[in-house]
């Protein structure tokens, strides 16, 4: 099968397709409605190995990843206090070795978005969020679906639980403490700081892909590394302008002035 007849097959099956190069994303999604056939057709003539990605608008995700040292989304899911709640699902397996436990949307219980819901383990639920699915590839490796039987109908996806649904809700006053984020130096393993020089290269993201926890989290680090405070602006604004989908200057600056302000009054840097 060509990636022009899996889009279609998705489409078929429900879901909204993404056109993408790697994991970026070749198209406006953000509040557009589905693909049709005819656009779908035309997109992968024009892009024939594109990957596919599609929206959670129908389904959200629980994204379980495990970070060289640093968090186990495995281990968070182990020792969950609830494993009633993770429903035998359809999921796929990730280049970099995580999973990914799809499940239907409940009626009238709108799932929520709550990246970093437990120590490597995000939830995927926004309508303009989207993941990757089979058989696209990145450089890290395939997709893969862990269920042998896929194709027939979205059948083997379950709906989520009410108590799941719940369970997710972010937690608003700690979204709004700063965490610093941890730095614990691996030789041959990748490390916050490579994280953060990724990023440079990466940007933040898209619109509602938590691209707000990003930008602060990649600020905090630099703070935390004694970046003086001038290159930490530079180096914001420069790495949300490689993301697929910038922020507004004003919105940058603002995440930015206010982490700086945090850190002085804690006396965590320095201003130079």
């Not at 970099?96 to 990246?115: D, H, S, T, V």
């Not at 938590?210 to 680090?221: I, Q, Y």
Request: charged share 25%; proline share 6%; net charge neutral.
């Amino acid at each position: 099968m060509t990636m022009m007849d899996w889009a279609l097959k998705y489409s078929r099956l429900g879901f909204s397709v993404i056109p993408t190069k790697e994991k970026t994303p070749l198209i406006k999604f953000a509040d557009c409605p589905p693909l049709i056939e005819q656009e779908i057709e035309k997109l992968w003539t024009i892009h024939p190995n594109a990957n596919i990605a599609v929206k959670t608008d129908k389904f959200f995700v629980i994204d379980i990843d495990r970070h060289d040292g640093g968090e186990d989304g495995f281990k968070s899911i182990a020792m969950y206090e609830h494993p009633e709640y993770f429903r035998n699902t359809m999921y796929q397996k990730t280049p970099n070795g995580g999973e990914q436990l799809f499940y239907f949307k409940k009626n009238g219980e709108p799932a929520n978005q709550n990246i970093g819901w437990l120590p490597g383990v995000d939830v995927k639920a926004h309508e303009n969020n989207y993941v990757m699915v089979p058989p696209s590839t990145t450089k890290k490796g395939t997709y893969e679906w862990a269920v042998s039987d896929f194709g027939v109908a979205p059948t083997a996806i379950v709906t989520a639980s009410k108590e799941l649904v719940q369970a997710v809700v972010p937690n608003q006053l700690a979204n709004q403490d700063f965490k610093r984020p941890g730095f614990r130096p691996k030789n041959g393993s990748k490390n916050k700081t490579t994280e953060i020089l990724e990023t440079v290269a990466e940007g933040f993201g898209s619109e509602n892909t938590g691209r707000n926890d990003r930008l602060t989290k990649f600020v905090g680090g630099l703070l935390l590394r004694g970046v003086e405070t001038d290159r930490v602006r530079a180096l914001a604004h420069q790495t949300n302008r490689n993301s697929v989908d910038p922020m507004p200057d004003k919105e940058v600056s603002a995440t930015v002035e206010s982490i700086i302000k945090k850190h002085l009054r804690e006396g965590a840097v320095n201003n130079r």
